[in-house]
């Protein structure tokens, strides 16, 4: 009887051990599974499935040879639509994240000239804050260098801004080197180098300064400025040429990319989780949908037309302006009706090509269009690019070139103006 009792017992004891273990090992599971789930950094979302909401014959007619290499569906984006919404020719994942890369340059080219207007130019100046001594030619105290962040300047430019502060009377600064503002030289965003540069070059001419260099909001009595090309001068070169430099110092001095995302929200109208930046010049890993770029591309058609600026001063027509659409669509049929920005990464998300812009069309009048093309080789993806739209514009009855604008500005980083404002007794 006792032995039966014990064989029972026993028998319990492993049920409710058994059972232990499996509460342990499902509790566990559960746990680590929780805690170990892969989640999607923001820059590297989760791919929907492919979605083409509309029929698109040329797609179809040109995306095979492609699909035959291994490019999937759900590693593009396209999307075209006339300018008022009303008529869409293509869609494929348009609410989908996608990489940019450079055609995120537009939403900083917009936000700088709804920031600073057309025609504003980035100042550079020489302020003294102290006694000037005409006979010694000595600065008794400190030379403030104020910059507003001028996205193109080198030094050259900092040599004849020295030179003529020189000419004013000026050889020695008892003070310090006082820099106020965002200021940086020959694209370099360190803005400690850049000091450090124009502190150099300061000594090579002769201007000497007891002191050291220091960041801090002053002024005092200006002497003269540097004034840099205008604003849509710098704007089309940066576009046409697709000029990182530029559109990451533009970025600083609007106020980086935080900035810039609460102005995509706030007064363009995306939504949060429509944009994602990291940089400004669209380097790296930034996300966009096709339609939140379609929104900034709408935006920046109604600020030309607002402030009477054509589009063309904007972005370059392709196969007609030099920049990176030169030798695209320079065919006859389409030569001067897209006016283009590109984008191209060529290993960020296993390479990335980017085409944006307008197309002036006598069926449908002026479209919008963005093809972003992720997961490939980006030669490959920019020849699709070329083929599909020419089909696209066929069926669109052709194009209407836009209108040449001879003074477009090539070159960005020469010819600006140094202005004195004030002239030394002892002169």
Request: proline content about 4%; aromatic content about 12%.
């Amino acid at each position: 009887m006792m032995n039966r009792k014990l064989f029972s017992w026993y028998r319990y004891d492993l049920r409710i051990r058994y059972f232990g273990v499996i509460f342990l090992i499902s509790f566990a599971y559960f746990t680590i599974s929780d805690t170990t789930a892969v989640n999607y950094p923001a820059a590297i979302p989760k791919r929907n499935h492919f979605k083409a909401i509309i029929p698109c014959p040329e797609l179809a007619e040109t995306w095979q040879p492609l699909e035959n290499d291994g490019c999937l569906m759900t590693n593009q984006g396209i999307l075209i639509e006339t300018l008022d919404g009303g008529c869409q020719l293509a869609a494929v994942n348009e609410n989908q994240l996608f990489n940019p890369a450079s055609a995120l340059k537009l939403a900083t080219s917009l936000a700088a000239l709804e920031k600073w207007g057309p025609a504003h130019r980035f100042r550079t100046a020489f302020y003294a804050d102290g006694f000037i001594d005409c006979q010694t030619h000595t600065l008794n105290g400190d030379l403030i260098l104020y910059s507003e962040g001028d996205p193109t300047f080198r030094i050259g430019m900092a040599t004849g801004l020295i030179k003529k502060l020189m000419q004013l009377g000026i050889r020695q600064v008892t003070g310090n080197l006082i820099i106020n503002g965002p200021f940086s030289i020959n694209s370099n965003f360190d803005g400690v180098q850049s000091a450090q540069r124009v502190l150099q070059k300061m000594q090579r001419l002769g201007l000497r300064i007891k002191g050291d260099i220091w960041w801090e909001k002053r002024t005092g009595h200006l002497l003269l400025s540097h004034y840099s090309k205008s604003l849509l001068d710098i704007i089309w070169f940066q576009n046409a040429h697709s000029s990182n430099p530029i559109a990451e110092r533009l970025g600083d001095a609007l106020g980086g990319t935080e900035a810039l995302t609460l102005y995509l929200i706030q007064y363009v109208g995306l939504e949060l989780e429509e944009i994602l930046i990291t940089h400004t010049s669209g380097l790296d890993y930034n996300r966009i949908t096709l339609r939140g770029m379609l929104k900034i591309l709408r935006k920046l058609y109604q600020w030309c037309q607002q402030n009477d600026v054509a589009v063309e001063k904007i972005l370059p027509a392709a196969g007609v302006d030099p920049s990176t659409v030169t030798h695209r669509f320079h065919q006859d049929p389409y030569r001067g009706g897209i006016l283009a920005k590109t984008g191209t990464l060529l290993e960020t998300d296993c390479g990335v090509s980017a085409l944006v812009g307008f197309i002036q069309t006598p069926k449908y009048g002026l479209l919008v269009f963005a093809l972003f093309n992720t997961h490939g080789d980006v030669l490959t993806y920019q020849r699709w690019q070329n083929t599909f739209l020419k089909a696209l514009v066929d069926r669109s009855g052709g194009v209407i070139p836009f209108k040449a604008v001879p003074e477009a500005v090539e070159y960005v980083y020469g010819g600006n103006e140094i202005v004195p404002h004030f002239q030394f007794a002892g002169n």
